[in-house]
């Protein structure tokens, strides 16, 4: 699945639950794994002191990945430690991405002060890294205990680069939770937003009993779909989960009453899969549940730094 994972160090406190997963993974998929450190470029009354600050950083490193390592019980891996200065951490680490060829990489979420929203850096990597980003919230679980769901929609009536995306989303989750020996729950909105339209249009001409006929035909004719793509990607071992309304609004819901520990999702091109997530949405989804993020890139994807 993945090859060459990139685990961006963030400096805190929580961090080192979101490294041991980077840890679990590299050593399920027998990957390579290399932390990367940034800081920012020292003003001139302070440059003398900048490989003092390059050796403390390392060594800030090396002890994270030692309590890291302890966490997920995990030994015989020597990851490579890079110490680097930067003007915008996302930007260094979309340029190491394209530099050595990582597929996959791996951090903590950073939030503003109130908790809630993430911050900017993070959702310009979510947006513009050419690979797979995987995003753990502070304090997350270990994978080898985590619940994960993976949002799909349904395949299109000719080949698309949705129904491309949509096929690897389930491979990856159905992979992922293979390491683990875990059952992927699989998650697809269906919107009846356009009956309701016309309804509120005609002034309430469709009776309740026709709307009720619609919506069940909309739900069987959407779960049908779902079961015929996962019929291609997904295996056996699996549980589908049909939700009825906006992705922005109901998903981030369900994530957080569930309790889901990670979601696996994808984008299409520069915005998110048409239909499922988009602009606004996806940010929705993201800042508002509480579940860490696996975020698929499509093969050919061009990243706009260079």
Same mark, same amino acid.
């Given at each position: 699945?993945?090859?060459?994972?990139?685990?961006?160090?963030?400096?805190?406190?929580?961090?080192?639950?979101?490294?041991? !997963?980077?840890?679990?993974?590299?050593?399920?998929? +027998?990957?390579?794994?290399?932390?990367?450190?940034?800081?920012?470029?020292?003003? +001139?009354?302070?440059? @003398?002191?900048?490989? *003092?600050?390059?050796?403390?950083?390392?060594?800030?490193?090396?002890?994270?990945?030692?309590?890291?390592?302890?966490?997920?019980?995990? #030994? @015989? %891996?020597?990851?490579?430690? =890079? *110490?680097?200065? #930067?003007?915008?951490?996302?930007?260094?680490?979309?340029?190491?991405?394209?530099?050595? &060829?990582?597929?996959?990489?791996?951090?903590?979420?950073?939030?503003?002060?109130?908790?809630?929203?993430?911050?900017?850096?993070?959702?310009?990597?979510?947006?513009?890294?050419?690979?797979?980003?995987?995003?753990?919230?502070?304090?997350?679980?270990?994978?080898?205990?985590? %619940?994960?769901? *993976?949002?799909?929609?349904?395949?299109? %009536?000719?080949?698309?680069?949705? !129904?491309?995306? /949509?096929?690897?989303?389930?491979?990856?989750?159905?992979?992922?939770?293979?390491?683990?020996?875990?059952?992927?729950? $699989?998650?697809?909105?269906?919107?009846?937003?356009?009956?309701?339209?016309?309804?509120?249009? /005609?002034? #309430?001409?469709?009776?309740?009993?026709?709307? =009720?006929?619609?919506?069940?035909?909309? =739900?069987?004719?959407?779960?049908?779909?779902?079961?015929?793509?996962?019929?291609?990607?997904?295996?056996? +071992?699996?549980?589908?989960?049909?939700?009825? &309304?906006?992705? =922005?609004?109901?998903?981030?819901?369900?994530?957080?009453?569930?309790?889901? +520990?990670?979601?696996?999702? &994808?984008? $299409? @091109?520069?915005?998110?899969?048409?239909?499922?997530?988009? &602009?606004?949405?996806?940010? /929705? $989804?993201? !800042?508002?549940?509480?579940?860490?993020?696996?975020?698929?890139?499509?093969?050919?994807? *061009?990243?706009?730094?260079?």
């Amino acid at each position: 699945m993945f090859k060459n994972i990139l685990y961006n160090v963030s400096h805190t406190r929580t961090e080192r639950q979101a490294l041991a !997963n980077a840890l679990l993974l590299a050593e399920k998929m +027998d990957a390579e794994l290399t932390l990367l450190a940034t800081y920012s470029a020292l003003d +001139d009354e302070l440059i @003398g002191y900048q490989e *003092v600050l390059k050796d403390s950083i390392y060594q800030y490193s090396e002890q994270l990945l030692q309590e890291a390592a302890a966490i997920a019980g995990v #030994s @015989g %891996l020597t990851p490579e430690i =890079k *110490v680097i200065s #930067s003007e915008h951490n996302f930007v260094d680490v979309v340029r190491s991405v394209i530099e050595y &060829g990582f597929d996959l990489v791996v951090k903590e979420y950073s939030r503003n002060d109130n908790g809630f929203y993430i911050v900017s850096d993070d959702m310009s990597m979510l947006r513009k890294c050419p690979c797979a980003v995987f995003m753990f919230q502070p304090g997350c679980r270990k994978l080898d205990e985590a %619940l994960i769901s *993976v949002a799909i929609k349904p395949l299109e %009536l000719e080949e698309t680069s949705t !129904n491309i995306m /949509s096929l690897a989303l389930l491979q990856t989750a159905h992979e992922l939770c293979g390491l683990f020996g875990q059952k992927v729950n $699989i998650i697809s909105c269906y919107d009846t937003t356009m009956v309701e339209m016309v309804n509120d249009f /005609s002034m #309430s001409r469709i009776s309740d009993a026709e709307m =009720k006929s619609i919506e069940k035909n909309y =739900k069987r004719a959407h779960k049908q779909e779902i079961e015929n793509l996962i019929e291609l990607a997904a295996g056996d +071992d699996y549980s589908f989960t049909q939700l009825k &309304g906006l992705p =922005k609004e109901v998903i981030p819901a369900y994530l957080n009453r569930k309790k889901i +520990d990670c979601l696996v999702l &994808g984008t $299409i @091109g520069r915005s998110w899969i048409p239909g499922l997530i988009i &602009g606004n949405s996806a940010e /929705s $989804i993201v !800042n508002e549940s509480k579940s860490s993020v696996l975020v698929l890139k499509p093969k050919g994807f *061009v990243s706009p730094i260079t």
